[in-house]
């Protein structure tokens, strides 16, 4: 089929990487002239593993173009889906729609016959809708139906993600929209994967709850966390003990410095804002929300405790600054509120990360970045495991303690065992456990 994409971010790129890969005909549309010269000339933006590899093979093959030019991108297309950011707005955390209403209407003013516009961005309960009418004004002279296919990708396993999900959540209006969305996901009904479809108002909610409760989950066990602390459980042994019952589940159990990127945050906070527009608190998600943005500054007060109490003029080095590993997205990571802490407190900053360094500099201020991980740790007092890299998982102990000025690690991921570390000789804290 012949697919538009608009919007080349995280989840535009890598549906039309996927798309392509699936067979389809796939035309990547960006106003950004820059990015799109940029992928024209096999250069990717983002870093995703994998998604190189993509979109050099897809390119190459002539399925898969990009394109600066709404019209020249959408001419021809059967289905356009529109990928675009959805941002918090300032001032409120609602869902900042301009950018899915701007593209819906220039898509709407493109195309040349009847098509399936797809909002694959994140987008609040009945902007579907909005999306429909905005193209019903625009173009009464063609049948354009509009249909919700969220997208479920994690940064870092994103291709793995979207070519083996666990499903497809598609909200259509009528069955020929349902036809072409079948046609589209065809490759993956072979692979057994559920195609759930739905009406449009129940997949943006979809996407939105799976988003909060994931949310919730993580914020739940980080609470048990705490509680192990105090009271000399594990919260490891704890995550285990209640994963095995499966209506519970094993996943996102692991406890933390709080949950960061692009979506849990702002997710959730535009569901509160949802879910106030129509009266219906959500007091679950509410509490989530507060008890995740005070935990990523309590991290900073752990380190400061961890150091005897202050961290004035003391050096301090982090290992890892994106919100997880396996991506350079720096957005909401707990390390921009660990750095501004421990900063406010007098402490000198240093820091290592494998991808995110470029972001990590628009973001934090008086930041001495290393260029691996034993440089940042020279002469620190304490040393930080703020995201759980590869890398970080088998640091070589006797040079780590050589290098740090007292030989102190607080593990927020807990990457170490503490025995392991209290034997090797260092103060070691970690999360929820003795
Ligand atoms: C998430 C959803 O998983 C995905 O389905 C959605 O479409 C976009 O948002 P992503 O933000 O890429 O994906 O990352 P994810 O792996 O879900 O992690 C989110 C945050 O939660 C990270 O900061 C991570 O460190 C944290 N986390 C996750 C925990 O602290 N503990 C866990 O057990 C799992």
């Known amino acids: 089929m012949r697919l538009a994409i608009i919007g080349t971010g995280y989840v535009g790129l890598v549906s039309g990487a996927c798309f392509s890969e699936f067979g389809h005909e796939v035309t990547c549309v960006d106003i950004n002239e820059a990015t799109i010269a940029k992928l024209r000339a096999g250069e990717i933006p983002i870093y995703e593993p994998g998604l190189d590899e993509l979109v050099k093979r897809n390119s190459r093959s002539g399925r898969l173009k990009f394109t600066s030019d709404v019209r020249e991108g959408v001419k021809d297309a059967e289905a356009v889906f529109i990928a675009v950011g959805t941002p918090s707005r300032r001032g409120d955390g609602h869902a900042d729609l301009s950018y899915v209403y701007a593209a819906a209407q220039q898509v709407a003013e493109s195309v040349t016959r009847s098509c399936l516009i797809v909002t694959k961005s994140t987008v609040p309960v009945g902007t579907a809708k909005q999306v429909a009418s905005i193209v019903a004004k625009s173009r009464p002279d063609l049948t354009i139906e509009v249909a919700s296919n969220p997208e479920f990708l994690r940064e870092g396993s994103a291709i793995e993600d979207f070519m083996r999900p666990d499903r497809v959540v598609c909200g259509t209006e009528s069955e020929s929209a349902q036809a072409v969305l079948r046609d589209i996901y065809r490759p993956l009904s072979l692979r057994e994967v559920p195609i759930l479809f739905v009406d449009c108002e129940t997949s943006e909610l979809i996407k939105y709850a799976a988003n909060a409760f994931l949310a919730v989950k993580i914020t739940f066990i980080n609470e048990i966390a705490d509680l192990c602390e105090k009271t000399g459980a594990n919260v490891q042994a704890v995550a285990r003990g209640i994963g095995m019952d499966n209506r519970i589940g094993s996943k996102f159990l692991h406890a933390g410095p709080g949950y960061g990127g692009s979506c849990f945050p702002k997710d959730t906070t535009a569901l509160l804002k949802t879910a106030e527009d129509f009266e219906s608190p959500m007091q679950i998600v509410k509490a989530t929300v507060d008890v995740n943005n005070q935990r990523k500054r ?58 995110g360094r470029r972001q990590a500099e628009l973001l934090l201020e008086d930041v001495e970045f290393a260029e691996d991980a034993y440089g940042a740790m020279e002469d620190a007092d304490v040393l930080v495991l703020v995201t759980e890299w590869n890398e970080f998982r088998a640091l070589d102990l006797d040079r780590v303690k050589r290098l740090l000025k007292t030989p102190r690690i607080v593990d927020l991921r807990n990457i170490y065992r503490p025995e392991q570390m209290r034997a090797a000789g260092f103060e070691y804290t970690s999360i929820g456990r003795p």
């Open 298 to 355: 309590m991290m900073g007060r752990k380190v400061i405790a961890a150091a005897g109490g202050s961290v004035e003029d003391k050096k301090i080095a982090l290992l890892g600054l994106t919100f997880k590993p396996n991506t350079d997205d720096m957005r909401d990571s707990p390390a921009i509120d660990i750095v501004r802490v421990l900063q406010d407190h007098g402490a000198k900053v240093s820091a290592f990360d494998p991808e």
